[in-house]
């Protein structure tokens, strides 16, 4: 059962244009949501993450959106770089539990 | 390096044959966990070990696979009889701590073919 889930396998985006990535999730009890981006042969790393008492964090060119209600988040990239290129993970953490639930990625293409 | 640190980076092998996956996690990190990435899918917990406690098996999909953590240090996952589905990245990831803050630092990943 797939509790969280990225429904876009692939997503393409000019360069200097915004992306969205966007995640569902069901589980409402989910207080920690995190992005993570994967390159080709490389594992992922953290890239931002949200608490469930907030509706938005924003780290520079990235912007993470959470809707408790809808229960949906999104990944804003403002401007999109050649270099965003790569597989982007949402995942949901629940405290006291020991594992990340992930998405099955978006896989984001920025295009030169 | 600094990283976490797996091995080895690709492995084929026959069904029916046992496996052994490596990680190194980072020094310090006392949080250390095993995840699976089958094709098209999204990344699959396995195990979580935190110190000395006993470890959290509660991912592991069968009794064939088995894990191991000496301390803080390194970890071994352990696939007997593989079977052809158990093909998938094998990723294994440290963190500081003894909650679950969500930043995990993750290895390159083990490949794991099972002809």
């Known amino acids: 059962d797939q509790q969280v889930k990225q429904n876009s396998p692939s997503l393409s985006v000019q360069e200097g244009r915004i992306s969205i990535l966007n995640c569902d999730y069901t589980n409402s009890m989910f207080d920690y949501f995190l992005w993570y981006k994967k390159y080709p042969a490389e594992g992922p790393t953290f890239l931002i993450s949200i608490s469930s008492i907030k509706d938005k964090n924003e780290d520079g060119r990235f912007t993470v959106f959470l809707n408790k209600s809808a229960k949906h988040l999104s990944l804003h990239i403002v401007p999109s770089q050649p270099g965003d290129s790569a597989v982007y993970f949402c995942a949901a953490a629940l405290t006291g539990a020991n594992n990340l639930f992930f998405g099955t990625g978006t896989r984001l293409t920025v295009i030169p | 390096g600094a990283g976490v640190s797996q091995s080895p980076s690709n492995k084929v092998t026959e069904k029916g044959k046992d496996v052994e996956l490596r990680c190194d996690p980072i020094?310090?990190?006392?949080?250390l966990y095993w995840y699976r990435q089958r094709l098209g899918q999204g990344l699959e917990f396995l195990i979580y070990?935190?110190?000395?406690?006993?470890?959290?098996k509660s991912g592991l999909p069968s009794d064939r696979f088995s894990a191991e953590r000496t301390g803080e240090s390194v970890s071994t996952l352990t696939i007997q009889r593989t079977q052809q589905e158990d093909s998938a990245v094998y990723l294994c990831?440290?963190?500081?701590?003894?909650?679950?803050?969500?930043?995990?630092?993750f290895g390159e990943g083990s490949r794991l073919t099972v002809l």
């Open positions: 070990f935190q110190g000395n406690s006993a470890p959290d």
């Open positions: 990831a440290s963190s500081h701590g003894q909650r679950n803050t969500g930043e995990l630092f």
């Open positions: 020094s310090g990190h006392t949080a």
